[in-house]
């Protein structure tokens, strides 16, 4: 198979169709894929994007071998995606994993290890360490319906990761959680990364995608609709040549209103009414400014001497993206 990447890929799919066929008497067809084709490169973490409907499921499930694609060529770890060589070397957490009740977590574990036709002594070998990893260690005696959703999700992680695998499809991993929680699964899935691992995840949460993932893939309506790292995608779906920008300056309202030549749009607000000794502190705002502007702006309060202790600009973030390729795929 052709691929454009000279690094090695832990997923390689090539113009991937799933057609669903519906209803008895009248056979309606649904594209769910159309002609997807994306590489994920080992060792990175990649986030799935999209809105309900856009395919994420049906890809993650044809990765997996659950389902078979109508066209196309899908790769896992080199072997065919749903292959048994592929398998084995997979990690997958469900979204909403249940647990047996009657389960604590290190019978959890050894459930979901022999499942992996694991030994014995191979779960054994393991558990205390993945206990450890997921912030668990103490509680492997407790009876999973005890734990909290935070603490269930972090041992659906550890089962995930029980046999190893040089890949590790999530789907939904930080739904639902507080805080705490997703910080505690972002801080699992940064291990991983620096032991070379593969995380291949599927979130409507893009806070958490913007943090964790190296690439990104956006799809809707069946299709991929971009594909990159957030500055990519940024750059190749928004305006990035406009932002924001906020200076905070060592200089009164008054004095900042009577420099010659300031850009229109431009607010001042006090931030720090001063006194004895100094102005005071103020922010200066302006909402639509380029590059360039910005450079003119210093230059222009940099003459009048007005010191300026702070800048901030705001480029668009993963949402807007989001937002736009969405839009314009439903227009």
């Not at 292959?83 to 997979?90: G, L, T, V």
């Not at 047996?100 to 393991?126: C, K, N, V, W």
């Not at 420099?259 to 006194?275: A, C, K, R, S």
């Not at 400014?289 to 901030?312: C, H, M, P």
């Amino acid at each position: 198979m052709a691929t454009t990447s000279a690094e090695p890929l832990a997923i390689d799919v090539q113009q991937l169709s799933k057609t669903y066929r519906e209803g008895l008497i009248v056979r309606r067809i649904h594209p769910a894929l159309k002609n997807v084709s994306l590489e994920v490169k080992a060792g990175e973490v990649f986030g799935l994007l999209g809105p309900n409907g856009a395919g994420k499921t049906t890809l993650i499930k044809v990765l997996l071998g659950i389902l078979h694609p109508t066209n196309g060529i899908a790769q896992v770890l080199r072997q065919p995606a749903g292959s048994k060589a592929a398998r084995r070397k997979i990690g997958y957490l469900p979204e909403n994993l249940v647990f047996p009740r009657h389960h604590t977590g290190r019978s959890a574990l050894y459930f979901y290890g022999r499942l992996s036709e694991m030994t014995d002594a191979q779960i054994a070998a393991r558990e205390q360490e993945l206990f450890d990893l997921v912030s668990l260690q103490g509680r492997q005696n407790e009876a999973v319906r005890r734990y909290s959703k935070g603490m269930r999700q972090r041992l659906g992680l550890a089962q995930a990761m029980l046999h190893d695998p040089d890949l590790l499809i999530l789907d939904e991993p930080t739904d639902g959680l507080d805080p705490m929680g997703r910080s505690q699964i972002r801080d699992v899935l940064d291990k991983l990364k620096q032991r070379g691992k593969t995380v291949f995840l599927n979130s409507h949460i893009l806070q958490e995608v913007e943090l964790i993932c190296d690439r990104v893939a956006i799809m809707a309506l069946g299709q991929l609709r971009g594909i990159g790292t957030i500055d990519e995608l940024i750059r190749s779906h928004t305006d990035d040549q406009s932002s924001s920008v906020k200076l905070e300056v060592l200089a009164s309202p008054d004095r900042i209103n009577q420099v010659p030549g300031l850009p229109q749009g431009v607010l001042v607000e006090e931030i720090d009414f001063g006194g004895l000794g100094h102005e005071g502190l103020s922010r200066i705002a302006l909402e639509s400014i380029d590059q360039s502007g910005v450079d003119l702006l210093v230059d222009i309060l940099r003459q009048a001497n007005i010191s300026i202790l702070r800048i901030e600009r705001a480029r668009p973030s993963l949402e807007q993206v989001f937002m736009n390729i969405v839009g314009a795929a439903k227009s």
